[in-house]
């Protein structure tokens, strides 16, 4: 095995390999002779040459190497998959997902799933019959939907079913030609049936846009840093006829469902949502009273003819049903629930407990990190105080707390994004660092 003890130094080769990653490349260094034959064999369709040890290589394996073979050589797909990531981001669509086309016409179709859930397994039962493009990453263009190949080896477990893997070519594994210009023609979520109760019919099931962003956005990368990521995901749903459902109990049962799909171009379907608007993303514009909830910006959005708002922030995909969605793009400036319902009766009826319905989904916005309360601390309850007695202002409760505070031997930092009011300003101004939004706003109103 490449990298076993005792093995003679002087098979070391003088010269590194540059392995192509999609748009980018890694460069390796101080492989033996026996580990430089393994890395062309495996990664030969990445185009594999040999170049001028660089001064810093990405990947360098020292003769004295505590990491064996299979493990370092595990560690350089995951480098030279990040580097494939890094590569597009930004400018192209990423999956983590197998990619295969139809040999003759160059039809792709992406097989998404999360890791670990049948991928590779899938890659190797109908690999053998179509173009193999990837396994684990598939870089579409948005315009023309041109898919860049990154047929990278296969991590395979051994028959113990423990990692570290071996990465086995796809020439070693017999699977189909890669082909430089295929286009994306569909794309299908994998879902095996695991010990299925009776026989499964392999078929394939469309699904309907929302379900198919659940199932689609936590398998892409970095689609937020794709100018309008979402709804560039959106166009390509529909310019491929919508996501399919690939239901299956073995992955080779899927050959004639899968050549069926890309017998034929897709239909494209007609946009089911609309796109939010630059300025349904910002967040509220506008000072916040006491009480108001603002909205945060998001990356992206949707407003489906259903109703249904989808949001993008960050990696994440929010849902909002119901009242959510009002209250949402009703948030273009801090407002309290009276003030939401107040617009709501503008447009219509509203029924008796509509602040209350609006409060709730208020707060579901602020739990789910899309709004905030708009105070860092708005100060005391003036309620609260009224029922004082005379003495009580004796007492310096609050001001104990911030001596405390203050004498601190951890550096303390107030993030404020909003009202620092009253006792909201003395606590602020008794940590280390004051850091404030531009919605920050700090008084003392008892100063008058």
């Given at each position: 095995m490449p990298?076993?003890q005792?093995?003679?130094?002087a098979?070391?080769?003088?010269?590194?390999?540059?392995?192509?990653?999609g748009?980018?490349?890694?460069t390796?260094s101080g492989l033996?002779g026996?580990?430089?034959?393994e890395?062309?064999a495996?990664?030969?369709?990445?185009g594999?040459?040999?170049?001028e040890?660089p001064?810093?290589a990405?990947?360098h394996?020292d003769?004295?190497?505590?990491?064996p073979?299979?493990?370092?050589?595990?560690?350089?797909?995951?480098l030279?998959?990040s580097?494939?990531?890094?590569?597009?981001r930004?400018t192209?669509?990423?999956?983590?997902?197998?990619c295969l086309?139809?040999?003759?016409t160059?039809a792709?179709?992406v097989l998404?799933?999360?890791?670990?859930?049948?991928?590779?397994?899938a890659?190797?039962r109908?690999?053998?019959?179509?173009?193999?493009?990837?396994?684990?990453?598939?870089?579409i263009a948005?315009?023309?939907?041109a898919?860049?190949?990154y047929?990278?080896p296969l991590?395979?477990?051994?028959?113990?079913?423990?990692?570290?893997?071996t990465?086995?070519?796809?020439?070693?594994l017999?699977?189909g030609?890669?082909?430089?210009?295929?286009r994306?023609?569909?794309?299908?979520?994998?879902?095996?049936?695991?010990?299925p109760?009776?026989?499964?019919?392999?078929?394939?099931?469309?699904?309907?846009?929302?379900?198919a962003l659940e199932?689609?956005v936590?398998q892409?990368s970095?689609?937020?840093?794709l100018?309008?990521g979402?709804?560039?995901?959106?166009?390509?749903?529909?310019?491929?006829g919508?996501?399919?459902?690939?239901v299956?109990?073995e992955a080779e049962?899927?050959?004639?469902?899968?050549?069926?799909?890309?017998?034929?171009?897709?239909?494209p379907?007609?946009?089911a949502?609309?796109?939010?608007?630059?300025?349904e993303?910002?967040?509220s514009?506008g000072a916040?009273?006491?009480?108001?909830?603002s909205r945060c910006?998001?990356?992206?959005?949707?407003?489906t003819?259903?109703?249904?708002l989808?949001?993008?922030?960050?990696?994440?995909?929010v849902?909002?049903e119901g009242l959510?969605?009002?209250?949402w793009?009703l948030l273009?400036?801090p407002r309290?629930?009276?003030?939401?319902?107040?617009?709501?009766r503008?447009e219509g009826p509203?029924?008796?407990?509509?602040?209350?319905?609006?409060?709730?989904?208020m707060?579901?916005?602020?739990?789910?990190?899309?709004?905030?309360?708009?105070?860092?601390?708005a100060g005391a309850?003036i309620?609260e105080i009224?029922?004082?007695g005379?003495l009580?202002?004796?007492?310096g409760?609050m001001q104990?707390l911030?001596?405390?505070?203050s004498?601190?031997?951890?550096?303390?930092?107030?993030a404020?994004?909003?009202y620092a009011f009253?006792?909201g300003?003395?606590?602020?101004?008794?940590?280390?660092?004051?850091?404030a939004?531009?919605?920050?706003?700090?008084?003392?109103?008892?100063t008058?």
């Open positions: 990298g076993a005792g093995e003679d130094e098979m070391s080769e003088t010269t590194a390999l540059r392995i192509g990653t748009l980018d490349a890694v390796v033996t026996d580990e430089r034959a890395v062309i495996s990664w030969a369709r990445c594999v040459e040999a170049v040890p001064a810093r990405d990947a394996r003769a004295d190497t505590a990491r073979w299979l493990q370092w050589h595990e560690d350089l797909v995951f030279a998959t580097r494939a990531i890094e590569s597009a930004g192209h669509l990423l999956f983590h997902a197998a086309a139809a040999p003759d160059g792709a179709m998404v799933a999360a890791s670990g859930t049948g991928k590779t397994t890659t190797r109908l690999g053998p019959h179509f173009a193999y493009l990837t396994d684990e990453t598939a870089i948005p315009d023309g939907l898919v860049t190949p047929p990278k991590s395979v477990l051994g028959a113990r079913g423990v990692r570290p893997k990465q086995r070519g796809p020439d070693d017999g699977l030609p890669t082909l430089p210009d295929a994306l023609a569909r794309i299908a979520v994998l879902d095996r049936v695991r010990d109760a009776g026989p499964v019919t392999p078929r394939a099931e469309a699904i309907e846009l929302v379900a199932a689609l936590p892409t970095s689609l937020s840093l100018p309008r979402l709804v560039t995901l959106c166009r390509v749903l529909d310019a491929v919508g996501a399919q459902r690939l299956y109990a049962d899927l050959r004639d469902v899968v050549d069926g799909l890309l017998a034929a171009p897709p239909t379907v007609t946009p949502w609309e796109a939010l608007t630059d300025e993303l910002r967040a514009v916040a009273v006491p009480g108001a909830v910006a998001v990356d992206d959005g949707i407003l003819d259903s109703g249904r989808v949001l993008l922030a960050s990696d994440r995909l849902v909002l959510g969605p009002s209250v793009l273009d400036e309290t629930a009276a003030d939401v319902v107040a617009h709501l503008a509203v029924p008796e407990d509509a602040e209350a319905r609006v409060r709730e989904a707060d579901a916005l602020v739990t789910a990190q899309l709004a905030t309360t708009g105070a860092f601390v309850d309620r009224a029922a004082r005379p009580d202002g004796l007492a409760r104990g911030y001596a405390r505070l004498a601190m031997e951890t550096p303390t930092v107030a404020v994004n909003g009253g006792g300003c003395e606590l602020a101004l008794a940590c280390d660092v004051r850091i939004s531009d919605r920050a706003q700090f008084a003392l109103p008892e008058g």
